[in-house]
């Protein structure tokens, strides 16, 4: 399958720069067997009491560095720990760099280039720094915002809160579960009076998430893995909640990737830990999944991919040009979708 087939026009003013405001109150385009133009606050209405939502608790990082090689700004963007003190990075201008460079990020906190890589990334490691690099990270980074959100110094901020999930727990994410900004304690709380069942898997978004598709042909394209975890706890909670007829639905691409990478052949989930790079696209036979709720995705990405799987190729693209005629706002600050599983 070609990746031009997962190709539309955007008009670039529908790519969100904010969050709606307050959170909980953005658009919710429910992909049915109709298109129906809701609030994400009417959410606890689409849902059955006794289906389970599975959240995403990673935790963003501010990976985000701005520092000097002697005269030269560098940008590099942490995505992957391999230690306490080494870690991958994307950085911007990466070619003129070379192992033993040593980039200067404050006073008291630099990096030296171990290793160049493909793809723009570079091996740093931070053994010599005052700071642990995650201390270093929070006093010195900022959040790793998507390359469409523009930003100054002064606007970013707002971006350490907005940027980042209520029930955010475990830390290690370079991107956020999207999907996740638009819950609030309020619609918890309705959610649960509703008799909805909530669980929490991990996956560490990686900033890989953000590259291009480079290839012509969907086949050729190689995802990068990233850390995920499903505990025996949550899988046998889940499973139960099959058994008893309710809906599995995931909240945000992360989440369906690991249940969908931690269940067996019969759609049973198994405690899962490690790295996946499970790849989702058109044809792919879910084993788990029953509804997702996603936010709307970047044209000829793997993210737009995976939800044509989700809900087939035809109806998602009439699902998208209904909410680019409607204004909806898209990417990772923009309204969401409630996506019923095609059958």
């Not at 560098?74 to 990075?89: C, D, I, P, R």
């Not at 995650?134 to 998507?146: A, F, H, R, V």
């Not at 830390?171 to 959610?191: I, Q, R, S």
Request: one cysteine or more; charged letters at 25%; glycine letters at 6%.
């Amino acid at each position: 399958m070609r990746v031009s087939n997962f190709d539309f026009e955007l008009p670039q003013q529908l790519i969100a720069q904010e969050p709606a405001s307050p959170r909980g109150s953005g658009r919710l385009l429910h992909i049915s067997d109709k298109l129906s133009d809701m609030r994400v606050f009417d959410l606890p209405s689409l849902v059955n009491p006794g289906d389970v939502l599975v959240f995403n608790d990673t935790k963003v990082i501010p990976s985000r560095l701005t520092g000097r090689r002697g005269d030269a700004v560098v940008e590099v963007t942490l995505h992957k720990q391999y230690s306490q003190n080494l870690w991958a990075a994307f950085a911007r201008g990466s070619k003129r760099l070379k192992a033993g460079d040593k980039l200067v990020f404050a006073n008291d906190f630099c990096g030296k280039v171990e290793e160049k890589k493909i793809d723009g990334q570079v091996l740093l490691s931070f053994s010599d720094n005052s700071y642990t690099v995650i201390q270093g990270l929070n006093k010195y980074g900022q959040m790793p915002l998507p390359p469409y959100i523009k930003r100054n110094k002064e606007s970013s901020n707002n971006d350490q809160i907005d940027y980042q999930t209520i029930y955010a727990k475990r830390l290690g994410a370079v991107a956020a579960p999207t999907a996740g900004l638009h819950f609030t304690p309020d619609l918890m709380k309705a959610l649960e009076r509703r008799g909805v069942k909530k669980a929490f898997v991990t996956l560490h978004v990686g900033a890989a998430t953000f590259l291009p598709i480079k290839v012509d042909d969907v086949d050729d394209h190689v995802m990068h893995s990233e850390w995920a975890e499903l505990d025996s706890i949550t899988a046998y909670s889940i499973n139960r909640v099959r058994a008893e007829g309710g809906n599995i639905i995931s909240v945000g691409s992360t989440s369906l990737r690991v249940l969908e990478a931690a269940s067996d052949k019969t759609g049973e989930l198994q405690p899962f830990i490690g790295e996946t790079d499970i790849f989702i696209k058109p044809g792919y036979d879910f084993k788990v999944i029953d509804k997702m709720l996603t936010n709307f995705h970047l044209p000829r990405s793997t993210l737009f991919m995976l939800v044509a799987a989700l809900a087939g190729l035809d109806r998602i693209k009439a699902a998208y040009a209904h909410a680019i005629f409607e204004k909806y706002r898209f990417f990772s600050y923009g309204d969401a979708c409630l996506i019923e599983r095609s059958k």
